[in-house]
């Protein structure tokens, strides 16, 4: 299998939906009950870039493992339910630290999955193909406002630039690389990963300007203690 140019890789808890979102993309179908023992990863062409996608487990045991991961990424999607404040809290709390060993002008992007369950994303598309309605005569579940606001999102890929030391200018513009998507309708799902493969392509190309990346012994890597790493002291 030929070397990837690039890398990316997607955080946050494994209830967020992400795995779902790099499935509904890769193989264009969706599943409610995706298998995250391991996470999963993807091999993705774009242009004449051949680009990697690794999803991590986001299971406790796992989560040590994120930092080796995410090792030389050029990009990194955060990603958090719009329904649940709490995940992306947890995305400063509890992932945002692995993001240590990506490349120094790694990509973030904040993406809110799961916006088919709140009011506001109801009438955003429709169930597309390989999706299966609901029981026969059944009714569909209630849904309430969404519970994290965009704005919110926004402000935390703020902060992460600062905690970084890029500078805003520097960077894409917050409302480009913040997302609200649902990995059930396929709603911006392909939006995401496009706009990020573009974005990626300049970060490959300066990467190898700098030399070949570091390699990492699986076999020898022991993962970092668990600590809380906030995006403000």
């Known amino acids: 299998m030929r070397k990837p140019d690039g890398k990316i890789v997607l955080l946050g808890d494994m209830n967020v939906g992400k795995t779902s979102l790099l499935q509904r993309y890769m193989e264009r179908r969706f599943a409610d009950t995706v298998s995250t023992v391991g996470g999963a990863f993807y091999l993705k062409q774009w242009r004449s870039y051949h680009i990697s996608i690794w999803d991590t487990a986001g299971r406790e045991q796992f989560h040590g493992l994120g930092s080796m991961y995410c090792r030389g990424a050029a990009a990194v999607i955060l990603t958090y339910d719009v329904n649940h404040p709490q995940s992306l809290v947890e995305l400063e709390e509890r992932f945002l630290g692995l993001t240590e060993t990506a490349s120094t002008d790694c990509l973030f992007a904040i993406v809110g999955n799961k916006v088919d369950l709140s009011e506001e994303g109801a009438s955003e598309g429709c169930e597309t193909e390989g999706d299966s309605p609901g029981p026969a005569g059944g009714s569909a579940p209630s849904k309430g406002p969404k519970q994290v606001r965009l704005e919110e999102a926004v402000a935390l890929y703020k902060k992460i630039l600062k905690y970084k030391m890029l500078d805003e200018k520097d960077m894409p513009a917050a409302e480009q690389m913040c997302f609200e998507t649902s990995a059930k309708t396929g709603h911006n799902v392909d939006l995401l990963f496009e706009t990020l493969f573009d974005m990626v392509v300049p970060v490959i ?28 002291a």
């Open 205 to 232: 190309l300066r990467q190898r300007a700098q030399g070949p990346p570091q390699t990492v012994d699986i076999s020898r890597y022991k993962p970092p203690e668990r600590t809380k790493s906030g995006c403000c």
